[in-house]
C-alpha cells in the first residue's frame, strides 16, 4: 500500500457523488474529528438550503457552492425543493489512514483575519435569504 500512496495527490481518502437526494441532519462518525469535508454543489435547481445545526447556519446551498466542515462535529443536512441536485463529497476515514499506517490530519487553525471573514459571511448570508440578492 505505501508504495501506491506517492500516487494519490489528494489528503481525502475518499470521495463520494450523490444524485437528487435530501439529507437529514445527521453527523459522520467514521470521520476523523480533525478533518474537514469538502462539498460541491452542481445541476439544475434552486432554493436548497444546507443546515448546519449545532453551529445555528443556515446555508443558501446553490449551484456552484462550496462548503467544508468537521462532517463528525458539525450536524448537517441538506433540503432542496425541487430540480436535479448534484453532490461530489471528499472525506477522509481512519480506517484508511490505519490500513496505510498514515498519520491522521492535525487540527485546522484560525487567524483573527478568518473570524472575521466568518462575520462578514454571515451577514452576507443572512442579507441573501432576506432579500435574495447580496
Not at 450523490?18 to 441532519?25: H, I, L, Q, T, V
Not at 456552484?64 to 463528525?72: A, E, F, I, T
Request: a neutral charge; hydrophobic letters at 40%.
Amino acid at each position: 500500500m505505501h508504495c501506491l500512496l506517492k500516487h494519490w495527490a489528494l489528503v481525502y481518502t475518499g470521495a463520494a457523488v450523490m444524485c437528487n437526494r435530501d439529507s437529514p441532519c445527521h453527523r459522520d462518525p467514521k470521520c476523523p474529528p480533525e478533518a474537514f469535508d469538502i462539498l460541491t454543489c452542481i445541476s439544475s435547481y434552486q432554493h436548497a438550503i444546507m443546515r448546519l445545526t449545532n453551529l445555528g447556519i443556515d446555508l443558501v446551498y446553490n449551484p456552484g457552492v462550496m462548503v467544508s466542515y468537521s462532517g463528525r462535529l458539525v450536524r448537517h443536512g441538506i433540503h432542496v425543493n425541487e430540480g436535479d441536485r448534484i453532490v461530489w463529497a471528499w472525506f477522509m476515514r481512519d480506517s484508511v489512514h490505519n490500513y496505510a499506517c498514515t498519520p491522521r490530519p492535525d487540527y485546522a487553525r484560525y487567524n483573527p483575519a478568518d473570524l472575521d471573514a466568518c462575520i462578514l459571511a454571515k451577514y452576507n448570508q443572512a442579507d441573501f435569504m432576506a432579500y435574495g440578492t447580496l
